[in-house]
């Protein structure tokens, strides 16, 4: 037995004797504050006490403080600088009644925590934690069709390719993420995918959700409920109103693998065509209204010093052929490579995988109206910006999501979600930063050049921040034309403030 493990035996056993006691004393822990565990454990962290407590319940197979899974748990985050962190314990919950048990000791002990589901966050700790405890759902990942029920239950730990394979033979699927490795967080903070337009936010396609709030309780939410008001919080809330362990999801019917009745796939431009593109993309946010029609549009500053930039679109339509009439203009630009052919929803849904690893990543949002000026202001504050820190950064992109009318009103009578409607047609605006690898940390300069550039190209008046793409730094419920209504909802649900003050998560609550 290595000496850390037998460090970790004594704080165990030491601990476990003041859990003991602990338990018989005080029947009620919810009741225990989070800075009060007593002086005799002043010695042991808050998250030694709470691992030693969880595992005690559930045993060593759960929770781990080390291993070759906990070694590829505390690596598997997209972001590099998520990867450095080390976890005091991870626990594997297989069932909600371990998520559960988790939660309730994190919060008599009042240690930190977060959860990680497909890892895919770029902000710094959303998803890792050092002195904390991980729940990591790498043990729940089942997906299942009912066709009774016409839903899809998926487990929090499923990434949207493996559960839209699982479900495809049905001639269903559901609305995941546009890159196949994107897991289950993007639910909770609304949620883009490439049907969208056709079929709404992602979150809007939630029929329940069981969710474990902040004291270890579990309940059952939906948009008919006594829990209503913490449904629709959930959907835009992120991580901020409990840890979810099922989605059941209405099933969108998308067809079979062998159904190609879309038409569609990438174009590659020069930096040459970046302002025709650049207008051209505010064009279809203001004009295109046919939910049919699907685009995404990434501004790419790649191989920096110097910077060499492309831009590669995705685009589709739910028919035979691209209609002039929505994509002419990307049509006729002049490009480098075209990829087009009929796809099914299964092919789209595997067109990008995102599953790269090995690079600090840092997001930032924003959202524009269709405006020519907007876009183009935008285009230019972002090269410059890369420009001045072309020797900082490995590569850049400022990627345009439109979030038709359509994404808003598909499925209305489902229940509201958290966002809210501004009323007009928008794009989600995400600029990804990518760093070399070997920085670890982000660069203050590089920084503070990130918020001037984030200021530069702010978003259009009324308009929602997109959670999913944000900057820690940026107050996206600020954003929400329901915020208010958001602030009492999480009073309500965790009054003593726990999420806040102990996990890292999305700020302004
Ligand atoms: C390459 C790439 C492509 C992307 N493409 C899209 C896209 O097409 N559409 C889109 O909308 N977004 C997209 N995103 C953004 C993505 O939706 C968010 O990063 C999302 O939060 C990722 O969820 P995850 O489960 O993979 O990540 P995680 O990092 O595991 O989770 C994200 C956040 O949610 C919390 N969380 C996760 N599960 C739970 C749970 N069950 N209960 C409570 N909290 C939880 C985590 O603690 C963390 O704060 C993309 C991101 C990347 C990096």
Redesign the pocket.
């Known amino acids: 037995m290595g000496a850390n493990n037998m460090l970790l035996c004594q704080i165990f056993f030491c601990v476990i004797s003041f859990i003991t006691t602990l338990a018989q004393e005080t029947p009620n822990n919810s009741s225990i504050g989070t800075a009060s565990v007593s002086s005799d454990t002043q010695l042991v962290s808050a998250s030694s006490l709470a691992c030693a407590a969880i595992q005690l319940d559930l045993g060593s197979s759960v929770v781990e403080y080390s291993g070759s899974e906990y070694s590829a748990t505390v690596q598997g ?3 590099l600088f ?1 990867s450095l962190d080390r976890p005091t314990c991870i626990v594997y919950p297989r069932a909600a009644s371990h998520v559960q048990v988790a939660m309730s000791k994190i919060f008599s002990f009042g240690s930190q925590y ?10 710094v700790g ?2 890792s934690i050092s002195d904390g405890v991980l729940i990591s ?1 790498a043990h729940m990942t089942n997906t299942s069709y009912n066709p009774l029920t016409d839903t899809v239950t998926v487990q ?1 730990g499923v ?1 949207w390719g493996d559960a839209i394979a699982a479900v495809e033979p049905y001639g269903v699927s559901v609305i995941g ?3 196949s ?6 639910l ?7 049907i969208s337009p056709l079929y709404g936010w ?1 979150a809007d396609s939630i029929k329940e959700v069981d ?1 474990v709030l902040v004291t270890g309780e579990s309940v059952t939410a939906n948009a008919t409920n006594k829990f209503s008001d913490l449904f629709r919080a959930l959907k835009g809330g ?2 901020r109103f ?4 099922r989605y059941e999801l209405y099933a969108a019917h998308t067809g079979t693998k062998e159904d190609k009745d879309w038409f569609g796939g990438s174009i590659v431009y020069p930096e040459s065509s970046s302002v025709a593109l650049s207008n051209a993309s505010a064009r279809y946010i203001r004009e295109v209204t046919d939910p049919k029609a699907g685009l ?1 549009v990434l501004m790419q500053a790649t191989n920096l010093t110097p910077v060499d930039a492309n831009v590669i679109i995705y685009l589709f339509y739910k028919g035979g052929s691209l209609p002039t009439n929505i994509f002419g203009d990307f049509l006729s630009i002049p490009n480098t490579s075209t990829s087009l052919s009929p796809l099914s929803y299964y092919d789209i849904s595997n067109l ?1 995988s ?1 599953s ?1 690893r090995g690079n600090g ?1 840092q ?1 930032g949002a924003s959202s524009w109206t269709g405006d020519e000026a907007t876009f183009l202001n935008g285009y230019n504050h972002f090269m410059n910006f890369t420009r001045t820190f072309e020797t900082d950064l490995l590569a850049a992109d400022l990627i345009i ?1 439109p979030i038709p009318r359509s994404q808003w009103t598909a499925n209305k009578s489902r229940g509201l979600n958290a966002i809210g409607d501004p009323g007009v047609a928008y794009a989600a605006i ?1 600029f ?1 930063l990518i760093y070399p690898t070997g920085v670890t940390v982000i660069p203050e300069r590089v920084n503070a050049g990130f918020q001037l550039l984030l200021s530069q190209a702010s978003s259009s008046p009324g308009l929602p921040l ?4 944000c900057d820690a730094s940026q107050n996206v419920f600020k954003t929400y034309p329901n915020f208010s209504a958001l602030q009492k909802t999480y009073a309500k649900y965790d009054p003593s403030r726990f999420n806040v003050r102990h ?3 999305l700020i302004g609550l």
């Not at 977060?114 to 770029?122: I, L």
């Not at 490795?181 to 993007?186: F, N, Q, S, V």
């Not at 909770?188 to 490439?194: N, Q």
């Open positions: 985050p997209w972001s998520n977060a959860v990680q589901a497909g890892a895919h966050s770029a902000m959303w998803n759902f929090p990434h993420g546009r890159a490795d994107i897991g289950t967080g993007l909770l903070g609304g949620g883009i995918s490439f992602s969710v992120a991580n409990g840890i979810a362990t995404i990008i995102g790269g990543q997001f999501s995400n990804n997109y959670i999913n793409e996990t890292a998560g």
